[in-house]
């Protein structure tokens, strides 16, 4: 079964080898047709604490690394290139 991988922004770089990372997504309201937006925070694992509060990254589903721990953080997305310039740097 593929891992899931999700695109969120770092909100705390505070505890050791671990970033919180909130991910957001949109959903349409059930009743009311309304574009909604919901969001929720995963416990990412950092071996090297290289990512810092701030930073958009990528994280992956792992299997289990302790209790609230079950994604590592992948790479960092650079929100600030053009599509021009991402495409020549990639």
């Not at 080898?17 to 949109?26: G, I, L, P, S, Y």
């Not at 937006?37 to 416990?43: F, I, L, P, W």
């Not at 790479?75 to 600030?80: A, D, F, K």
Request: glycine residues 4%.
């Amino acid at each position: 079964m593929p891992k899931r991988v999700l695109t969120g922004v770092i909100v705390s770089d505070k505890t050791d080898k671990t970033v919180v990372v909130n991910v957001e997504r949109k959903v349409r309201h059930a009743l009311y047709g309304k574009i909604i937006r919901r969001s929720k925070k995963y416990h990412a694992h950092d071996e090297s604490n290289e990512f810092k509060q701030g930073e958009t990254v990528r994280i992956e589903e792992t299997a289990p690394i302790s209790k609230l721990k079950t994604w590592k953080v992948i790479e960092r997305v650079n929100t600030h290139a053009t599509p021009e310039r991402a495409s020549a740097e990639g």
